[in-house]
């Protein structure tokens, strides 16, 4: 486990009693996020998000392999987290910590289980051939929430990832280079988005983002994860207290206006890479010219 320095008993006082009435310590109401900012690029599939102070990286690559024997028609989908000693002052190095354990069990629930990504259309040649998509998740600052921020980022790298085309002719594979022919994007089916919340005392008191210090006090956690068709994916609650289903169903529509305005963010910033990318492609082109 990451070590944290613990609160004092004042510190801990005070954020109970500011939650007793609606207050947290960063000016937000209960139900607030932090403010968010996803950045793409240069490269396709790099994606930077900030989430309050906690910051997360994702970077997607691909290579060609030959499939599973058991899936000879798909591609395959590796997520890989990593926790940095510089975010996580206490880690243990060489060593995978609950949290990283927790972070990977989540992303591959959401993502990889849930099939959000076509790994079907990720075969070029059945039982020979197949692309495989590699999703690296490095944490670079610890704020709090970093579910959250990975889950963000990473099906944002997705979505902005081109992996390169390829022609099959008969027994022919041709991959063409990016600067050939376009690359192209991955086929996705959904885009789940995870939300948590955390609880404190008797579960009567909850917020959701909680931060660093909100999360060294609670009594217990839900992270709910939601898609684009309104479904839920992963609704994850190990340990803690017990809740009322009222609770659960309250927080569960939270997450879902939560996860809106997620995914307008990730829209956004997938139309400012693209409006890059164009006049990144127009400059080379006059100056060629």
Request: proline letters at 5%.
């Amino acid at each position: 486990m990451v070590k944290e320095l613990e609160l004092s008993t004042n510190e801990k006082e005070l954020i109970i009693s500011g939650l007793k009435e609606g207050i947290r310590l960063d000016g937000r109401g209960i139900d607030d996020f932090r403010s968010l900012k996803i950045t793409l690029g240069p490269e396709y599939g790099r994606s930077e998000v900030k989430l309050g102070d906690t910051k997360v990286l994702a970077k997607v690559s691909c290579e060609v392999a030959r499939p599973y024997p058991d899936r000879p028609n798909e591609g395959m989908l590796t997520l890989n987290t990593e926790l940095s000693p510089m975010a996580f002052a206490g880690l243990e190095p060489g060593r995978p910590s609950e949290e990283e354990v927790l972070v990977s069990r989540i992303l591959e629930k959401a993502i990889k289980i849930n099939r959000a990504v076509d790994v079907e259309g990720l075969c070029i040649v059945a039982n020979e051939l197949a692309w495989s998509i590699h999703v690296d998740v490095h944490f670079l600052d610890n704020d709090g929430n970093i579910i959250d921020a990975a889950c963000i980022a990473a099906i944002s790298a997705l979505s902005h990832f081109r992996r390169p085309d390829v022609t099959v002719i008969g027994e022919d594979v041709t991959i063409h280079p990016v600067d050939q022919r376009n690359p192209v994007p991955l086929s996705i089916h959904h885009t789940p988005i995870c939300v948590t919340f955390a609880f404190f005392e008797n579960g009567d008191l909850w917020v959701v983002d909680p931060s660093l210090k909100e999360e060294q006090i609670r009594r217990g956690d839900m992270i709910i994860a939601i898609n684009n068709h309104k479904e839920i994916c992963v609704l994850s609650k190990a340990g803690g207290l017990p809740l009322e289903m009222l609770t659960i169903i309250q927080c569960s529509k939270l997450a879902a206006s939560k996860v809106d305005w997620v995914r307008e963010k990730i829209q956004d910033a997938i139309a400012n890479a693209a409006e890059v990318e164009k006049r990144k492609t127009l400059r080379e082109i006059i100056i060629d010219d």
